[in-house]
């Protein structure tokens, strides 16, 4: 896990295992960890900003779980 600023924004961009982005800006938008689809639809709204919270994904817009969540 490391921190750097976005070269452009100059934004806090905290990086989380796997290479995923804990936090973002528009340079460097949040990615899921690797071995997970980085771009997941919403089948509720049609999001992409769906994160990874174990098995199952939470839809960041309209907070619809997909997957196994328990
Ligand atoms: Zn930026
Ligand atoms: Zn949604």
Redo the contacts with the bound molecule.
């Keep these: 896990m490391s921190n750097f600023n976005c070269e452009r924004c100059g934004a806090s961009i905290l990086e989380g295992p796997g290479g995923a982005y804990e936090t973002g800006c528009e340079h460097h938008p949040k990615r899921e960890p690797t071995g997970s689809a980085y771009r997941s639809t ?6 992409t ?2 994160i990874l919270a174990g098995t199952c994904r939470v ?6 779980t997909q997957g196994s969540c328990g």
Excluded: K, R
């Design positions: 919403c089948q509720n709204c049609g999001a900003g769906l839809c960041l817009t309209c907070g619809e």
